[in-house]
């Protein structure tokens, strides 16, 4: 499979636009550290993410998927690649000659985690 197979569409809703914006607590919390950081004290830095969420090939391994995630966009570092498979639903439609049934489509999503400094413009709302 080649890479630029791997990734099929990226999936923008509201629950996806909402992973790409750093919550609320952990600007606060990023304030809090800057803060004692200014003054002195040693504290560990929390790295602020974005997550995108893209439909992938149904056999594509997470290390396919960060190279062809790194192929399609060379301005971004991906940190991080999640995935799972989504069961497909299987339809029946009921006609004259009978009820007749579609097979079930499985596919694959992930969810890629990228610096809060990066962007993709694509999937920007």
Known sequence: ????????????????????????????????????????????????????????????????????AELLFPDITVLSVNTMRIPGKAKSIRTRKGVRRTPARPWKKAIITVRADETISMLQP
Do not use: C, S, W
């Open 1 to 68: 499979m080649e890479l630029t197979e791997v990734i099929r569409r990226g999936i923008v809703t509201e629950k996806t636009v909402a992973m790409q914006q750093p919550a609320a607590n952990q600007v606060k919390r990023q304030a809090v550290l800057q803060e004692r950081e200014r003054q002195g004290q040693d504290v560990k830095m929390i790295d602020l993410t974005h997550k995108y969420v893209f439909e992938v090939a149904l056999h594509a391994t997470k290390i396919q998927i960060r190279q062809a």
